[in-house]
């Protein structure tokens, strides 16, 4: 069902990648990354988990970075390759379930996923086995949101209903209904069987993450209006809690 999911997503997240390739958007992600990963010593082995159509290897592959990126789906591997050809970038993609790898222990020095571990059936094991794969004093960076906890937690739903109504009277832009069963029908069955949908995040990462072995650097909840501004954000209708955590081996 997961792999289904994501194999009818392939093209429309092609699109989405090719609008965020635009410079001043690809230039905050970038620097954004590089400051988090400044104190690594290159060259670096970067591992892009559920890279899907391939955004962190086309914004940091360069000299100092080899990029690896995986993905269960085939058509997002494809779409990737494609991507990669076009914009002339080198980097590894393979298809691959980031819970059971077949890297050896201690490749990489970075491993960095984007909206990846919130559907995922087992984060906990993916967390273990990233840690496996990682370098000691290696890095991890999960960009991720809780894109259902309004269905969970009423006080997610109360702020939700505020910034709904918000981009609807001040943009007219209906957001995107995750998890709505009447009108968004394959994401509320997606909903049901990811086991994150109604965790706190960050907090069940922290928790994990740390039972594991690393030691949680930084955690900073809605990144996205540092990084990209929150009214703009807002404009694009865009109201879901995303979270980032900086991870150490
Ligand atoms: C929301 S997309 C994010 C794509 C990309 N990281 C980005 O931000 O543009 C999630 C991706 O995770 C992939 N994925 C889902 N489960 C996976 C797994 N178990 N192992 C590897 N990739 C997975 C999907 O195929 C999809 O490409």
Redesign the pocket.
């Known amino acids: 069902m997961?792999k289904d999911y994501?194999t009818k997503a392939s093209s429309d997240?092609s699109d989405l990648?090719d609008e965020e390739m635009q410079k001043s958007y690809k230039d905050k992600w970038l620097n954004f990354i590089l400051d988090e990963i400044k104190d690594l010593e290159g060259p670096l082995e970067i591992l892009d988990?559920?890279?899907?159509?391939g955004?962190?290897p086309l914004i940091l592959s360069s000299k100092d970075r080899h990029l690896t990126g995986?993905?269960?789906?085939e058509a997002?591997i494809e779409e990737a390759q494609k991507k990669l050809q076009a914009f002339h970038v080198d980097a590894d993609l393979f298809i691959?379930?980031?819970?059971e790898t077949t890297f050896p222990d201690q490749k990489f020095d970075c491993i960095i996923?984007?909206?990846?571990v919130w559907?995922?059936p087992d984060p906990e094991k993916a967390y273990k086995e990233w840690f496996r794969i990682l370098k000691p004093g290696g890095r991890l960076l999960i960009f991720d949101g809780s894109w259902y906890i309004h269905h969970f937690d009423p006080s997610a739903k109360e702020k939700y209903q505020a910034l709904k109504d918000y981009v609807k009277k001040t943009y007219d832009i209906d957001v995107y209904p995750y998890g709505d069963k009447e009108t968004n029908p394959d994401d509320y069955e997606l909903m049901k069987i990811t086991f994150l949908s109604d965790k706190a995040r960050p907090a069940w990462d922290e928790k994990t993450l740390t039972s594991l072995g690393f030691t949680v650097d930084k955690v900073l909840e809605d990144y996205l209006d540092f990084l990209v501004g929150k009214e703009e954000r807002l404009a694009r209708g865009d109201i879901s809690p995303v979270f980032f955590i900086k991870a150490s081996k």
């Not at 988990?49 to 159509?53: A, Q």
């Not at 691959?96 to 819970?99: G, I, L």
């Not at 996923?113 to 990846?116: A, V």
Request: with cysteine; proline share 4%.
């Open positions: 997961i994501w997240y990648i988990i559920g890279t899907g159509p955004f962190f995986i993905d269960l789906t997002m691959m379930d980031c819970q996923c984007r909206n990846l559907t995922l």
